[in-house]
């Protein structure tokens, strides 16, 4: 008994593979009644293996490779998460037949700079014609009697309020941009919201936050007793 549950442990604790190390050693060797041996024995070499070794026979050819493995399974959190509940709103609009001086000083006037970096441009039906950044807007080389279509580049690239953040970020990534105007599928012209990468951010920080919380350890200290007089 002592070589067969010596046997599986070996193998639980180099491949990770816990149950499977149970179940081949019953099999092969029909000793059923070692099954609880077998359980306590590779338990404690998988912890001990967890602890010790940061990747399994499984890997280890793998990460010399220079590819990362994750260690753990969960659940990605921006897949948890709708656009439409981090979405910045309300959304400011620029109209499409506004000159560039006249939102120059709009912009000198409220202070919007610091809060904006992009904004999505509408025509007269507040229809969405595409988005311009507030570095193009305050380019110097652009001249202020311009209009503020003549700086949109591209076709808008939306997102819906129904989209997950993972979806977004995709989005993202594949256009090469950092903000992403919210419409709704019934109305895909129709400005809800903004989505930018400091809500994906503000996601992210959230996710850290709950970790954080859930790690906490609330340490309780010995009452000293009250010194005798």
């Known amino acids: 008994m002592a070589a067969l549950v010596g046997m599986a442990a070996m193998f639980a604790g180099a491949s990770r ?62 897949e948890r998460i709708f656009v439409g509940d981090t979405t910045s709103a309300p959304v400011l609009t620029l109209g499409s ?3 560039v001086a006249t939102v120059r000083r709009w912009f000198a006037e409220r202070g919007v700079r610091v809060q904006h970096q992009g904004f999505p441009v509408v025509d007269a039906g507040d229809a969405l014609v595409g988005v311009v950044t507030l570095r193009n807007l305050l380019d110097p080389s652009i001249p202020g009697d311009r209009l503020v279509s003549d700086l949109v580049t ?3 690239v ?7 953040l993972r979806e977004a970020a995709d989005v993202m990534a594949h256009e090469g941009i950092g903000r992403l105007p919210v419409v709704a599928r019934d109305a895909p012209l129709t400005v809800i919201g903004m989505l930018t990468r400091s809500d994906l951010l503000a996601a992210h920080r959230r996710r850290l936050a709950e970790a954080r919380d859930a790690r906490r350890v609330i340490r309780l200290g010995r009452r000293r007793r009250p010194r005798s007089a």
């Open 154 to 156: 591209r076709s808008p």
């Open 17 to 78: 593979a816990l149950l499977a190390s149970v179940v081949f050693a019953v099999e092969t060797t029909l000793q059923v009644h070692g099954l609880l041996p077998l359980l306590g024995g590779c338990s404690a070499a998988y912890l001990v293996s967890c602890l010790l070794m940061p990747n399994s026979i499984m890997t280890e050819k793998i990460v010399r490779r220079g590819v990362r493995v994750p260690v753990e399974y969960a659940a990605d959190f921006m």
């Open 158 to 164: 939306v997102t819906y309020p129904d989209s997950t």
């Open 97 to 99: 037949a506004d000159s």
